[in-house]
T-cell receptor, first 114, second 110 residues
């Protein structure tokens, strides 16, 4: 158990819909990262928040957005869903942002868009 | 971001040591070498990391070449639970995202 929790574990929805994925970081961790894992693209970085502020964006679609709240939990919002958005979404947390820091990953949310 | 090269797959026998290689010839002087693994149906899991010197922890050892252009993750006694995809990742001292390549899929035979 990494100490990072993600809800829900599974999500089935239809094209065009909107969903929200939630991540609670380990106690004391200020950084939250979101990653997407699909069969054809592998694990891809989406976005990074540190202490409530966006720090970096990766290959995140404009239909996707995220935020980190004052209690440090984070939400990833996916809208106008397409079949290709079906994937595993992981969040990870770390204490800070240094190169030698460890990222702890949650169990993921499996999204299926029908 | 500097790139890493790993074999697509490796096989090992249970209770034998496993050496997983990683080439990173374009590594910069301030890049950390991280290893993560992903067991089936789970999120990635931190294994070990280092900068210049060899490192040991309860899970594995990391041997870093003197010129830092390659490294080897060593599992001292492979178990069936070590079957996973192992990712070698370079991370700048500024930290931030992890860039995952294809990794090495390790299978362990009883």
């Amino acid at each position: 158990d990494s100490g990072v929790t993600q809800t829900p574990k599974h999500l089935i929805t239809a094209t065009g819909q909107r969903v929200t994925l939630r991540c609670s970081p380990r106690s004391g961790d200020l950084s939250v990262y979101w990653y997407q894992q699909s069969l054809d693209q592998g694990l891809q970085f989406l976005i990074h928040y540190y202490n409530g502020e966006e720090r970096a964006k990766g290959n995140i679609l404009e239909r996707f957005s995220a935020q980190q709240f004052p209690d440090l939990h984070s939400e990833l919002n996916l809208s106008s869903l397409e079949l290709g958005d079906s994937a595993l979404y992981f969040c990870a947390s770390s204490v800070g942002v240094g190169g030698g820091e460890t990222q702890y990953f949650g169990p993921g949310t499996r999204l299926l868009v029908l | 971001d500097a790139k890493t090269t790993q074999p697509n797959s490796m096989e090992s026998n249970e209770e034998e040591p496993v050496h997983l290689p990683c080439n990173h010839s374009t590594i910069s002087g301030t890049d950390y070498i991280h290893w993560y693994r992903q067991l089936p149906s789970q999120g990635p899991e931190y294994v070990i990391h280092g900068l210049t010197s060899n490192v040991n922890n309860r899970m594995a050892s990391l041997a870093i070449a003197e010129d830092r252009k390659s490294s080897t993750l060593i599992l001292h006694r492979a178990t069936l639970r070590d079957a996973a995809v192992y990712y070698c990742i370079l991370r700048s001292n500024q930290g931030g995202k992890l860039i995952f390549g294809q990794g090495t899929e390790l299978s362990v035979k009883p």
